[in-house]
């Protein structure tokens, strides 16, 4: 009797989740980011010079307010992910942040419809202009504000949703389906990318604001709208806990037991394993966290079922190991910071401006758009890479992925060196063009000079942007294993964030000090009369600094690693496989 009932519970539940979830549930799961990502990108562009133009903010100042948004974006991205582990759930996540989403856009499209809401418009450079008030400028804060908590919500959230919907040990074509969504939904990330960074931008320019920042609205609306149709459908998966609570929980455990001597020689029995566990004892590596894992009183700190009774004061070897993979990941991903932040230079876009776009003659493009060269950029080269590079590098190195990721960092640093080097040449160039032709002090004038010639350092930031972050997330995999596989995505996130705001303290660093006394500031919003190549050159130099530190990083590993690894081999032969799977989908 027994096993008849357990046989019909398990029917009825096949019943149930056959009903829920499957391929049928993904489009409204993709239309729904998709959507997200075409309006939160087709913002982003032409965002500076909406707040210099109708808020009267200096370029520099807006540059540094865009760039706190940014880091705040992605920082709550980081958040977003572990309140949705641990108590959300990812269906409500998504939801909340679609909303939030919605309501920020809609707040940010009102202050072109409401003159009340925002100062009124003037020339940049005129003299008396009416200053923004703190009414109005709290509005374009809490419109920031609630798309930054839309896309901490959405973005680390929504793929998984869709993962949730497809999963299915039973079925034997469960890995290659699932592979299959990541293609797809990687792919629809891209295209709402360039359609947000084309289309959107080309509304902005040729219609005004207020179509332009309405159409990113309505687009929120289809997005929330197609999320809530699909609800009944979708498998809602209950929140288990998040993988950073175990982090937390090594780091508090081991501040704990801090009077523990952990120079000790321990036996196995004294470490506390998890069930099954393939390792009997904690790496040499940051010691000091071992005594996290020591059991110093089993009858206080485990139950009689042999589970430990508070984690926050005993955690198993494994949470310890993972900690240590973390630790040993942060110095060497730190390296990518100052790349990040020449990805994003603060007045491309006053370049573009002043420069002829015309590509025929009736059309230019976008001064928005032309970011599109580096994804391009990145895209072919990635292929490039991946299809020809790789072979002919694995005939010398004997690698199956051409070089190894930290060669590959490093790489990527070389080429965003030159890049920048580049673009400061290119803009000494333009500079000295447009003071040649009488328009040093007409930042609007455009000069004899097409817009062409930013695209060779465009091109190679997306080079290596493709060398320097794929290789960073690869070598984030060869320390985590597979299950953690998502900690790859969230530490490049977090290191998104920290970029941000150290690109805002630069550029507010270097705004203020060439300014004092008078003078006119490197980052000015005339161009003509600023100085963007010295700041160009400054990163320049700041890039070499960063690649010495990052050959110091590299010899510091090499040095004083212990050599173990935190897998057992049974792991690492399944990471090494997962590893090749993740740098040929990248």
């Known amino acids: 009797m027994g096993n008849n009932h357990e046989q019909e519970e398990s029917l009825l539940n096949h019943s149930h989740s056959s009903r829920m979830g499957g391929l049928r549930t993904i489009p409204f799961i993709i239309v729904n980011e998709a959507c997200e990502r075409i309006a939160s990108y087709g913002l982003q562009p032409n965002m500076i010079i909406y707040i210099t133009t109708f808020y009267h903010m200096e370029a520099a100042a807006a540059s540094v307010l865009l760039g706190l948004w940014s880091a705040v974006s992605n920082g709550l991205s980081i958040l977003g992910a572990f309140i949705s582990d641990s108590y959300l759930g990812r269906f409500r996540a998504v939801a909340i942040g ?213 984690p926050w004061s005993l955690c198993c070897v494994e949470n310890v190991e993972l900690m240590k993979c973390f630790l040993r990941v942060l110095p060497m991903c730190s390296t990518c910071l100052m790349l990040l932040v020449t990805f994003s230079p603060p ?78 040449i290119t803009e000494t160039i333009r500079r000295n063009k447009a003071i040649d032709a009488g328009f040093e002090d007409d930042p609007n004038a455009v000069i004899n000079m097409s817009c062409m010639w930013l695209a060779p350092q465009l091109v190679l930031t997306g080079m290596a942007e493709a060398l320097n972050v794929v290789g960073q997330i690869e070598f984030i995999y060869t320390l985590f294993p597979k299950t953690m596989s998502s900690f790859a995505a969230a530490i490049y996130t977090f290191g998104l964030a920290l970029s941000s705001l150290m690109g805002s303290v630069l550029v507010s660093v270097v705004d203020s000090v060439t300014s004092a006394g008078g003078n006119t500031s490197w980052l000015a919003s005339n161009i003509n009369r600023g100085h963007l190549d010295y700041y160009n050159w400054l990163l320049t130099f700041l890039g070499v600094i960063n690649f010495l530190y990052f050959l110091a990083i590299c010899w510091f590993t090499e040095h004083h690693h212990d050599g173990r690894s935190s897998l057992s081999p049974e792991e690492e032969e399944e990471q090494s496989e997962d590893r090749h799977l993740h740098g040929a989908s990248l």
């Open 98 to 310: 679609t909303i939030s989403s919605l309501l920020g856009m809609s707040v940010l499209w009102l202050t072109t419809v409401f003159p009340q809401l925002r100062p009124l418009p003037c020339s940049q450079y005129q003299h008396g202009c009416g200053g923004t008030t703190v009414s109005q400028f709290a509005v374009i804060l809490f419109s920031f504000g609630l798309m930054s908590i839309g896309a901490g919500f959405v973005r680390p959230c929504s793929i998984a949703l869709g993962a949730d919907q497809l999963e299915n040990k039973e079925n034997p074509d469960n890995e290659r389906l699932m592979d299959t969504y990541f293609n797809w939904f990687y792919a629809s990330v891209g295209i709402s990318i360039f359609l947000g960074v084309t289309v959107i931008v080309y509304i902005q320019d040729n219609l005004g604001w207020q179509i332009g920042f309405g159409v990113p609205a309505l687009l929120m609306v289809l997005s929330v709208s197609v999320l809530l149709i699909g609800s009944p459908l979708y498998i809602k998966a209950k929140p288990k806990g998040s993988m950073f609570t175990g982090l937390f929980q090594v780091a508090v455990a081991a501040y704990r037991k801090r009077n523990i001597d952990v120079q000790l020689n321990y036996n196995d029995d004294c470490y506390y394993k998890a069930p099954e566990s393939k390792l009997p004892e904690p790496s040499t590596d940051f010691r000091w966290l071992n005594r996290a894992c020591i059991i110093q009183d089993p009858h206080i700190e485990l139950k009689p079922d042999g589970k430990v009774s508070d």
């Open 347 to 424: 007045l491309l876009i006053y370049q573009l401006l002043s420069m002829d776009r015309h590509i025929l003659p009736h059309f230019e493009i976008p001064a928005g758009s032309f970011g599109m060269i580096t994804l391009i950029s990145l895209t072919i080269w990635i292929a490039f890479y991946d299809r020809a590079m790789v072979p002919l590098l694995a005939r010398f190195t004997g690698q199956l992925t051409g070089l190894s990721p930290v060669p590959r960092m490093g790489a990527g640093l070389a080429i965003g060196i030159v890049a920048a080097a580049l673009s400061a």
